[in-house]
T-cell receptor
Framework: TQLLEQSPQFLSIQEGENLTVYCNSS?????LQWYRQEPGEGPVLLVT?????EVKKLKRLTFQFGDARKDSSLHITAAQPGDTGLYLC??????????FGSGTKLNVKP | SAVISQKPSRDICQRGTSLTIQCQVD?????MFWYRQQPGQSLTLIAT?????????ESGFVIDKFPISRPNLTFSTLTVSNLSPEDSSIYLC???????????FGPGTRLLVL
């Protein structure tokens, strides 16, 4: 059983479209991170959210942490082929133990 | 951020042998972790590598199969023992950043067991 469920599992869209990835849990986390991973590489941190209700923007990416700190979403505006990759959310317990979501494979077609 | 290197980057091993993976960080860090990942799938935490004491293993992972060393604050090794094809996976080390909220990952070691 996955502690953090991500949806959708797979997403294939055309360049220029918008998309949202969800990360849900029944557990409360001290913080939550989003990573992107490309084949043959380790995950690369995109953002950390700590406060319930927090919204962070990173260029075309918008991250939101749920009010109860149990869920999060990642919204990409006007997706580009360079956004293609595996997106992973990770929840932290006590700031030093991390559990990863099931992952979302995104493919952006030119 | 921290720069993390892993050796080897990939290996092909025979059933019954062992592989030791090295993880080197460019700065001293308090916490290091070892993960396993099937290609394109999520990460599963194997253990936390503790400096100067035994590693802390997650449920389903035991020291006899995955012995870990952490001799100092910049280096750790993970050994995968008595290899079987089911051990074929990507093994990643990570460290906790100074803000204690985020992890930085090495590039991973791809292991194929024949």
């Amino acid at each position: 059983t996955q502690l953090l469920e991500q949806s959708p599992q797979f997403l294939s869209i055309q360049e220029g479209e918008n998309l949202t990835v969800y990360c849900n849990s029944s557990s409360v986390f001290s913080s939550l991170q989003w990573y992107r991973q490309e084949p043959g590489e380790g995950p690369v941190l995109l953002v950390t959210v700590v406060t319930g209700g927090e919204v962070k923007k990173l260029k075309r990416l918008t991250f939101q942490f749920g009010d109860a700190r149990k869920d999060s979403s990642l919204h990409i505006t006007a997706a580009q082929p360079g956004d293609t990759g595996l997106y992973l959310c990770a929840g932290a317990y006590n700031f030093n133990k991390f559990y990863f979501g099931s992952g979302t494979k995104l493919n952006v077609k030119p | 951020s921290a720069v993390i290197s892993q050796k080897p980057s990939r290996d092909i091993c025979q059933r019954g042998t062992s592989l030791t993976i090295q993880c080197q960080v460019d700065s001293q860090v308090t916490m290091m972790f070892w993960y396993r990942q099937q290609p394109g799938q999520s990460l599963t935490l194997i253990a936390t590598a503790n400096q100067g004491s035994e590693a802390t293993y997650e449920s389903g992972f035991v020291i006899d199969k995955f012995p870990i060393s952490r001799p100092n604050l910049t280096f750790s090794t993970l050994t995968v023992s008595n290899l079987s094809p089911e051990d074929s996976s990507i093994y990643l080390c990570s460290v906790l950043g100074q803000n204690q909220e985020t992890q930085y990952f090495g590039p991973g070691t791809r292991l194929l067991v024949l």
